[in-house]
């Protein structure tokens, strides 16, 4: 009963409405795909116009097109609601060493608190499921086989796969060190590779498997992304992440000694790349749950193995209620983009000013929405794909999401004749102070604090 909650809670934040930017790109460029064209070069901006492109997701925005076209709105957030249930489910599984139902709910309630910030409906949630899979195999030693084809559909919807493969290594390590059993380590490594090498079957042919090497080559971009820098620890979800990093610590010497190694190898390697990088705390507080789950055993009165009629028909309600609550959620709004200048946007639309040759400078957020919005149509200054974007063109987003002192070149370097921006931003200041640019129009977005301004090159300086 209490696993079917876990996954009740999963499901349900999962449903929630579709927010993300990156998200917003990625079911674009799945409509390009399916309307016949899959693009190699940017068809997006026009600071990288013709750039080569690897889209590393083609898969998952093919998957998002495909289930939007059927379901529209309502199947993508329910197709989220099923991965994220699933994440939920292997992991209440991963969680059975601790029998007790107090010991297996504390040791998946940090990843799940996690989740309903961090798993959303970008790629990685792909990856996620990928990961849980591959530990679930190495834990249960399980028939390494199927991860052939959940590793081909890792490699062709997100950038993490070599996270598997390092995790089966990690793991491996742990067994040589507790007793050198590494036959089936070995086969779910064979497997997984196998499964690896398969992914270069695709469109876009083998350079999805050395994406992630060019994509960590460019440190000096991703450090200025928030997802790549280490946690702060102001927010209560990378709290909560810390804290249960504190607890498995201490729960060390509570480990069997035969297979202690197993646990806590994993767990240290990805809790470093999770102290690294905010992006690697989702994975992170995976490898936690065997953890706690084994030092927290016993803990508790409920044992997860008994069971009457009672439980069986309880658990059936349960379900029966994940239904309604799912179904539930389902029936609001499909898209909240009351973070985005939809109010602003409309108006430049009816002013014939989102048009292919118009140029619009905003930050990399409203570069994805416009995609969306557009389906393409209006080339974008920038958006959140700063894998493909020249060095060149992040420093002068930079420039001007700092209010840094070339601002006026950046906008005459690219011909800038229209910037939609935040009002309270200092780039706003800064227009409203020079003679170049006039402010057209001020928007309050509705559901939203922020308040968005419009301005063009005066007549005065033309384009």
Known sequence: ???????????????????????????TTGRRILDGHLPSTDPYSFTAHGHPWVIQSWFASLLYALTDKVGHGVGLRLMVAVLSGVVAAVLWRLSRPGRSVVARLAAVAPPILIGIVAWGERPLLFGLVGFVLVLLVLREERDPRWLLPVMWVWVN?????????????????????????????????????????????NPLGPKLLWFPIELLSKQSVLSNMVEWKAPTFTDIWQRIFLLAVLVAVALVPRL?????????????????????ATRNIALASFLLVPLL????????????????????????????LAVV???????????????????????????????????????????NYLEFRTRGRTRVF???RVDMYPERVIDDEKTLLTGGAKWKAVLARWDIDTVLWERNEALSSLLAESPDWSLVRTFHEPDSPTRWVVYERSAATGR
Do not use: E
Not at 167 to 195: E, F, M, N, Q
Not at 256 to 276: I, N
Not at 295 to 302: V, W
């Open 1 to 27: 009963m209490v696993g079917w909650l876990v996954v009740v809670v999963a499901a349900t934040s999962g449903a929630a409405a579709l927010d993300d930017n990156s998200f917003l790109t990625h079911l």
């Open 157 to 201: 919807t997100h950038g993490s796969f070599p996270l598997g493969l390092a995790l089966i290594v990690a793991y491996g390590i742990g067994v040589w060190c507790d007793d050198g059993a590494l036959d089936h380590v070995l086969r779910t490594l064979k497997w997984c590779v196998l499964g690896t090498v398969l992914g270069a079957v």
């Open 256 to 276: 069997p000694a035969g297979r202690r190694y197993r646990l806590l190898l994993p767990m240290l390697l990805f809790t470093g790349l999770g102290l690294t």
């Open 293 to 320: 789950a084994t030092g927290l055993s016993g803990l508790g009165s409920l044992v997860s193995g008994t069971r009457s009629r009672t439980h069986t028909v309880a658990a059936v309600a349960l379900a029966a």
């Open 325 to 367: 609550l799912v179904g539930t959620r389902l029936t609001g709004p499909s898209y909240d983009l009351s973070s985005y200048p939809t109010a602003a946007v409309a108006w430049l639309g009816t002013q014939g000013r989102l048009g292919p040759d118009h140029r619009i400078a905003t930050r990399d957020t409203v570069g």
């Open 382 to 384: 920038v958006d959140d």
